[in-house]
């Protein structure tokens, strides 16, 4: 994501945060994903399916990047960040996890063309999030805040597709006892 790529020089410019400021944040960030994805995804997952936690944290994302767009002060920003960051380290997991589940025999080509556009985005997000930040300081958020929502819309509609194609079933199914044991 070209967020992380250019916080340090938003929030320095924005709101004069010092370098050991920047450092809170961003060592905080490291901390809420891996806690987040150690206690929390499951949970989510076992409650709703892999579906359903896809668009309502996409839709959290994007909610908290309209957020930051108007954040007052460097601590109400810290705070939008933190629910950015709690919303994007359940989406990863879990996207990967479909993205392996819907492929079916297609497993390996599939990660492999996930992994092959993230890399892309992880190139291509902060060369583009440094050059709109030079433009206008808010306008990486907007492109994220766009990109998020448009995303957030395509995969509702998936999932409704998928729904009315389907009947309710998870993609995890429960482990059923094995009667030879």
């Known amino acids: 994501m070209a967020y992380e790529s250019i916080l340090g020089l938003f929030v320095d410019n924005q709101f004069g945060a010092t370098p050991g400021q920047i450092a809170i944040l961003l060592t905080s960030i490291g901390t809420i994903s891996v806690i987040v994805q150690l206690f929390v995804v499951e949970r989510f997952v076992r409650w709703l399916g892999e579906r359903t936690v896809l668009s309502l944290f996409l839709g959290v994302a994007s909610f908290g ?25 359940i989406l990863r997991p879990v996207l990967t996890t479909l993205i392996s589940k819907l492929a079916g025999n297609e ?33 990486p958020f907007i492109l994220c805040l766009i990109v998020l929502a448009a995303t957030t819309f395509v995969s509702i509609f998936w999932q409704r597709k998928h729904d009315q194609n389907k009947p309710n079933t998870p993609i995890i199914e429960p482990a059923q006892p094995n009667p030879d044991v």
Do not use: E, H, K, R
């Open 107 to 139: 497993q390996g080509f599939a990660m492999g063309m996930n992994n092959a556009y993230m890399s892309i985005g992880n190139v291509l997000g902060p060369a583009l999030a440094g050059v709109l930040f030079d433009v206008q300081i808010t306008y």
């Open 65 to 89: 990047f309209s957020l930051s767009l108007f954040a007052p002060s460097y601590g109400m920003f810290f705070a939008v960040t933190m629910f950015i960051f709690l919303a994007t380290s």
